[in-house]
């Protein structure tokens, strides 16, 4: 089996990030280091702040405190390598497939556009309009449009949420098998603890602002599902989920005293 080569991945070294929105803390001095090529899935109930995370990943919010690295040098420097996905695939309905790959390229860029649509398996649909395509077919395409800018992290934000099982499982496939031949960096912010832990390499739980979990996920690729390891690391990131932290316990009983 191809290994990633992780040279082509983003390094990360959050250091003690924060963020609050209006006076409330959504994050409290995460750290997270990565090497470059790594697969990291976060996790956490509604609400904890994955998305947030993920948008200071981006550079699209500023933290409140700490630092975002990559190496010696500001995260934010390397945005050009970094492509952010989302749940639904934000195409353009007046483009075609084809044009929404390559939006904002210039030059000879459907050559380009035509390879990173291959890549997903839709080179048949370039020319259709993006309402022709199933939800699963707009998602590869919003693949594609990242791929096209050869991204050295990779930011997905519950891509499949929205997807039936089966086309879950597909894109899935797919996801990992692009970050096998690329060996970009992948953050993926998931509700799906099954998907965490048959695609990442570390799951993490972010639970009262704070990372309170950091699971290697130990199952060799390529992971067959249902492997007895699966199952036992799904149910062990689930437990943490529903078991609440150590702080958020002491709030509650804070309150209960009150
Ligand atoms: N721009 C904003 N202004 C004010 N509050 C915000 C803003 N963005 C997020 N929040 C709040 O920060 C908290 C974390 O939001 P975030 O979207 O990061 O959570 P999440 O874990 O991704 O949630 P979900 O799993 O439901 O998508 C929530 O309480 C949310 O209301």
Redesign the pocket.
């Known amino acids: 089996m191809t290994q990633p080569d992780t040279s082509a991945g983003t390094p990360l070294d959050i250091r003690k990030i924060s963020?609050h929105?209006?006076g409330?803390t959504?994050l409290s001095q995460i750290d997270l280091q990565a090497a470059g090529g790594q697969f990291i899935a976060v996790v956490?109930?509604?609400?904890?702040?994955?998305?947030?995370?993920?948008?200071l990943l981006a550079g699209l919010?500023t933290a409140d405190g700490g630092q975002l690295l990559s190496g010696t040098q500001p995260l934010q420097e390397r945005q050009q390598d970094t492509r952010l996905m989302f749940q639904e695939a934000r195409l353009l309905p007046w483009k075609s497939v084809l044009q929404n790959v390559g939006l904002g390229l210039k030059g000879e860029w459907q050559q380009a556009a035509s390879e990173a649509l291959d890549a997903v398996g839709l080179a048949h649909r370039a020319h259709e309009w993006p309402s022709a395509l199933s939800g699963g077919q707009k998602q590869r395409v919003a693949l594609a449009r990242a791929l096209i800018h050869r991204p050295r992290l990779l930011l997905l934000?519950?891509p499949l949420g929205a997807l039936d099982a089966l086309t879950r499982i597909e894109m899935q496939a797919l996801i990992e098998s692009l970050w096998q031949t690329h060996g970009f960096t992948v953050v993926l912010?998931t509700?799906d603890v099954s998907e965490a832990v048959s695609l990442a390499d570390r799951v993490i739980l972010?639970d009262n602002g704070r990372i309170t979990l950091d699971q290697e996920i130990d199952v060799p690729r390529p992971r067959r599902r249902g492997h007895p390891r699966l199952a036992e690391l799904e149910a062990s990131v689930l437990n943490h989920i529903l078991t609440p932290s150590a702080s958020q316990q002491e709030n509650q009983s804070l309150r209960r005293t009150a």
């Open positions: 963020k929105y209006s409330r959504v956490g109930r509604s609400g904890c702040g994955k998305s947030t995370f993920l948008r919010e934000d519950e912010v509700h972010i």
